[in-house]
């Protein structure tokens, strides 16, 4: 076991990383153009999406989780952003694409994806993408032993695109309209209904990601951006939008992303995500490795604005330390936030407890479950335990 | 070192030198004004949508039966058509088959430990059912089944799932008098009313609880895919 | 020719790509985790970094640059970041990895990689890395047709890292230290003096970019980060770090990145990036494709803090509109403008001109030759001028 | 659907029921309180470095000489070394092979439109060469010369450069009387005074040239890899 000090020790010989010189200050690396769309280092390999294969029938109907353990910052790289299809994910040719409006407006219109692009109004703006699902297998207790598998179904990403309202302008709605639907061109033809107002207010039209075009998985050419509310609405692929006067009970609202309560009614049309924090390391894909000063990392985000305080606790939310917040709070965006801490080699029962612009206070598990029970599925947003080892292995726990 | 094309540069500046002076001229005096420039009409974009063109892609359907075609079809022919194209993933009476999604059974579960959610048991609109099989069903082959083939399925789920008898044939014309029994069980979002108290200026701070236990974990669970990485203390 | 209104024709058909179903919508896609770590559309295959063959012996020490006419937002996605190496790309073992603080300090120290990251005081920042001899290659006049060459040595990055800062208050830095020398472990051991004052301002050691690990060809696994400055100071594969009481003289701040002026006198030490811009679409690469309704896009950057406002002309400088600035506009980083303009097939002569907090105004690249000659090769920022010809091509031009 | 781990459930269930309680009261009794888990002593991270690792590393040569090696090597001897290891590429004389650096001549040439940036016509102190050389040539190998050829290959650069004479021999006792001619005419960045100009609070914005013409057109010159995209108006 390592001293319980700590101060490094010194060196009694020469590190042999550095005498001698290692070989790749002595030759030649490759050219500046090997990779013209480069990728990540070979020593990076293991950061990748996964799968938890018994999770669906199919993988075309299914997801790969974001390894946010090995993630820092507040982006997620475009080939990192978690995955969720119905259908698989459509490969569209640019140039064929069509977006169509119609419905309860003046004059049903067909969009080119170059029709969207000279759009005026064109923004660019930070979201957290969160699907209602993320931590739904943990309902029940402590499942999936890493924050990939338990809160991986998140990514953050700066949008570029145009509002939804300058589209629906374009077309006029009728003063009878209250609701659109959302349509997307992959397989399971996704579908949607949204309240007229949200769509009017916030919603992009995105045809590009963290600087360059939407990646195929996230709805190349074209996606609905739905800022704080479940991912599921945020339609990838987006080919039709319809405006009515009622929604349309479609599967995905109605079987599907409506939240089962104990007494067997069922809340329906929750569509904000509630504001919520992982510690993302250390976790048990990122168990902590040494003694000593050691940094807390995590992130928070909220569906109702920005986050405002993150607390961490290290003995199982007895007591809270507020965290230090670290590069942007933007509303509805990823924040991340940090604890720099000395660690004696102590049993630790890790927490983080997220507070928003509105005052919303991120509740503990039992808190969830005393107002909705265990079977929801969806918007479990309750505060994870990590239970970090003597030896620095980490564990996904509950306490009560 | 990154200097200009010294090489190209004698070449390139004979050619400057004979820059078409005329055509300069001319996109100088040619430019629009700024002002001009940035006067945008919005209706300008985008063109007209046909009607055959809506009628391509507005397949949904909803409760108070907007979007349904004409058509109909019985529990029998509909049985015909599930066990053909269907049974494979949902088994012959809709109670799935391995992980495929279960469409039928689970009355009476919603309440308990491992609630069955099923059209019959949990879905609020038959609409739903027609919309979506045609849409999406079989998978892999969607918007594959004609709307007599669809209404006919649709009616032997709603017999399975014992909200109509053997006989009854389903259509256009009847579809708004299907009931699902979950229907009434449904509310609109209430989160800020019914949990108020996840809204608190002061979270406690210290002492916030007594004796911390773990009571759940996931290690023993064990059904993490790779296992887990290990701790690796220096 | 189009006609010049710039409302669409009403379509005579049914589009084909609409009318029968398209195949991406009747058939299932690839599965979820297809790529488990995701790679653009095939469709964007063209949107690479690309090399000037011609510029350098050596394609290890050469350029490959940013395919700016490609992208929008503020952020540049990790694969499309410009590469400058003088020794090839060090592919260098993370666990290897060290970095070494020494020189006029009480204490030299060595740092593991995990060393860096258990530092106290982790900060996410986003800055612009611009390479002082961006347009280098366009100070005797236009050369180059198409912003990727032009302007392609910049990109726009979110940094995790620590303060360099706290390593140098780590080892304790003698009160005779004035600069600090940066140096890197790849095969050209690059290095730069960096005055002490910057050193313990803004600089980053940074370990990940954009939400991830540092890209091998940015410096993986550590880089160091030297907001607002020339880009060959943020050494990469950073290694060293001598503190001193004066500059080194070294090769990159001597024989190059110094500025020869007309006079024969040479300025060095210009470290500051000075406020400048480009309009990426339309640009060469970026050409107009319609009449009517379009969105001129472009960046502008300053390393002397935040841009506050970008002009935009149409008829070469001779009138000007203020562009609207989109997304954050964060200090020392790129900022995204956008121009909704109405185009109706006339030639337009297209200019940006950026100005920041300070007060700098860019200049034109006639004022800049004026006070600076044509044989400076590093710092150009004068004005940029595209010309867009009646049928939607454009060049690049001077105007006088 | 993503529901728990049904299938996996019950063995999971039972697993929890009998977690190990008294670990887990362990671990709550043990956790370090939040107070004292935030006091980071910075001190603590690092380890001093050993004198034979700062010696592997600390390669640099400064103006003033700081840096240098024992050793020394002649013009002649320089020129050998030179001639094998370094001529391929920079030319016999430094004249340069094809794009390769050009590494001797270009006196006077500053002012010119073609300004030949050399050792000897630009560089401002010979340490940066001996730095250099040492650092990074032959490009691919660098660190592989030893104190004597180097200080024997920048004595034939500086001879090549006519800043010293055939019988030069280059020490470290020597080297801080080498100066090199440029070196008078470098300044600190003074542009903040010479360039106020372009600090300006009102930008003209109306009318602001006279007419406008072409002067220069990259497509001319026409050095541009994969040429350049055509507009596609519609
Ligand atoms: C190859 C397997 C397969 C076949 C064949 C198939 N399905 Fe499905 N079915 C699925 C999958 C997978 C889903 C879930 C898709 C998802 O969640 O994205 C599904 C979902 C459904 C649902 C929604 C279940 C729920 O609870 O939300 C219905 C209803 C349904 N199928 C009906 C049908 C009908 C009717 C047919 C035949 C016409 C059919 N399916 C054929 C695989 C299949
Ligand atoms: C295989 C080709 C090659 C060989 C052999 C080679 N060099 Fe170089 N040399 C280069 C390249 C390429 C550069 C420019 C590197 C850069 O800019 O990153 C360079 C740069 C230099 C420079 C700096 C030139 C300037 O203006 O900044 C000097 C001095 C130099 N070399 C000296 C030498 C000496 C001495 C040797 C032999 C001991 C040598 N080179 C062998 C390719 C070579
Ligand atoms: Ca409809
Ligand atoms: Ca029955
Ligand atoms: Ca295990
Ligand atoms: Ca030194
Ligand atoms: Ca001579
Ligand atoms: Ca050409
Ligand atoms: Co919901
Ligand atoms: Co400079």
Redesign the interface.
């Known amino acids: 076991?390592?001293p319980l000090s700590?101060?490094?020790?010194?060196?009694a010989?020469?590190?042999p990383?550095?005498?001698?010189?290692?070989d790749?200050?002595?030759?030649?690396?490759?050219?500046?153009?090997?990779?013209?769309?480069?990728?990540?280092?070979?020593?990076?390999k293991d950061?990748?999406?996964?799968?938890?294969?018994?999770?669906?029938?199919?993988?075309?109907?299914?997801?790969?989780f974001t390894p946010l353990y090995?993630?820092?910052?507040?982006?997620?790289?475009?080939?990192?952003?978690f995955?969720?299809?119905?259908?698989?994910?459509?490969?569209?040719?640019?140039d064929?694409?069509?977006f169509?409006?119609?419905g309860l407006v003046d004059?049903?219109?067909?969009?080119t994806l170059?029709?969207i692009?000279?759009?005026?109004?064109?923004?660019?703006?930070a979201y957290f993408l969160e699907?209602a699902?993320n931590s739904?297998?943990?309902?029940?207790?402590?499942?999936?032993?890493?924050c990939q598998?338990t809160h991986g179904m998140i990514h953050n990403v700066?949008?570029?695109g145009v509002p939804l309202r300058?589209?629906l302008?374009?077309?006029g709605v009728k003063t009878s309209a209250k609701w659109v639907?959302a349509?997307g061109?992959?397989?399971?033809?996704m579908?949607r209904s949204i309240p007229l107002h949200k769509a009017l207010d916030d919603c992009l039209v995105a045809f590009?990601m963290?600087?360059?075009?939407?990646?195929?998985?996230q709805g190349?050419?074209v996606r609905l951006v739905v800022p704080g509310w479940e991912g599921n609405m945020w339609v990838k692929?987006l080919?039709?939008l319809?405006v009515?006067d009622?929604p349309?009970?479609?599967?995905e609202e109605?079987?599907?992303y409506?939240d089962?309560l104990?007494?067997?009614?069922?809340?329906?049309?929750?569509?904000?995500m509630?504001a919520k924090s992982v510690v993302t390391s250390p976790s048990?894909?990122?168990?902590?490795?040494?003694?000593?000063?050691?940094?807390l990392?995590g992130i928070a985000w909220s569906g109702r604005g920005t986050i405002k305080r993150v607390?961490?606790?290290?003995?199982?939310?007895?007591?809270?330390?507020t965290a230090r917040i670290?590069?942007?709070a933007?509303p509805m965006a990823m924040t991340?936030f940090?604890?720099?801490?000395?660690?004696?080699?102590?049993?630790?029962?890790v927490q983080s407890?997220a507070?928003d612009e509105?005052?919303?206070?991120?509740?503990s598990k039992a808190?969830l479950r005393k107002?909705r029970g265990?079977?929801s599925?969806y918007h479990n947003n309750g505060i994870q335990t990590w239970?970090v080892?003597g030896?620095?292995?980490?564990?996904?726990?509950?306490?009560? | 070192e990154l200097a200009p094309a010294a090489q190209k540069g004698e070449a390139g500046k004979k050619a400057q030198a004979k820059a078409e002076k005329g055509k300069a001229q001319q996109a100088v005096n040619a430019a629009a004004p700024a002002a001009a420039a940035t006067a945008v009409k919005v209706a300008a974009l985008g063109r007209p949508a046909l009607a055959e063109e809506i009628a391509a892609w507005d397949i949904d359907v909803r409760p108070d039966g907007q979007g349904l075609p004409e058509g109909k079809g019985s529990v029998k022919e509909g049985e015909e058509v599930f066990l053909e194209q269907c049974a494979a993933c949902h088994g012959e009476f809709g109670e799935g088959a391995g992980r495929w999604p279960v469409l039928a059974g689970g009355a009476g579960t919603l309440k308990s430990e491992r609630p069955e959610k099923t059209i019959g048991s949990f879905w609020p609109d038959a609409s739903t059912a027609y919309d979506y099989i045609h849409r999406a069903m079989p998978f892999g082959n969607g918007q594959s089944l004609t709307a007599d083939q669809t209404y006919a399925i649709v009616a032997y789920l709603l017999n399975l799932n014992d909200v109509v008898k053997d006989d009854f044939v389903l259509s256009k014309e009847n579809f708004a008098k299907v009931k699902l029994p979950n229907q009434p069980n449904f509310f609109d979002d209430d989160r800020e009313t019914t949990e108020k108290a996840f809204w608190n200026a002061n979270p406690c701070m210290k002492n916030c609880t007594g004796e911390v236990k773990v009571i759940s974990r996931a290690r023993i669970l064990d059904v993490t895919p790779d296992g887990e990485q290990k701790g690796n203390l220096e």
């Open positions: 076991a390592a700590a101060v490094a020790a010194r060196a010989a020469p590190d990383n550095i005498v001698p010189v290692p790749w200050t002595k030759t030649l690396g490759v050219g500046v153009n090997n990779n013209p769309y480069g990728v990540p280092s070979k020593f990076e950061v990748v999406r996964r799968e938890v294969e018994w999770l669906t029938a199919s993988r075309e109907s299914s997801v790969s090995a993630l820092d910052g507040v982006i997620t790289p475009n080939g990192l952003c995955v969720r299809h119905h259908g698989g994910e459509a490969e569209i040719d640019p064929k694409y069509r169509m409006i119609h004059k049903p219109l067909v969009f170059d029709d692009k000279r759009m005026p109004g064109r923004v660019n703006r699907c699902a739904g297998m943990e309902w029940r207790g402590a499942q999936l032993n890493g598998f700066f949008y570029t300058a589209f302008d374009a077309a639907l349509e061109a992959d397989a399971s033809v579908t590009a963290n600087g360059e075009a939407l990646r195929p998985e190349y050419p692929w080919r039709r319809e009515g009622q349309w009970a479609q599967r109605t079987a599907k409506t089962l104990a007494d067997g009614r069922s809340r329906r049309y929750t569509f904000i509630d048990p894909q990122a168990p902590l490795k040494h003694k000593g000063p050691n940094v990392s607390d961490v606790s290290l003995d199982g939310g007895r007591n809270w330390t670290e590069g942007p933007m991340r940090y604890l720099d801490f000395d660690w004696d080699g102590r049993e630790l029962l407890r507070m509105t005052g919303y206070v991120q509740p808190e107002v265990e079977n599925i239970l080892h030896n620095g292995e980490t564990e996904n726990v509950e306490v009560g």
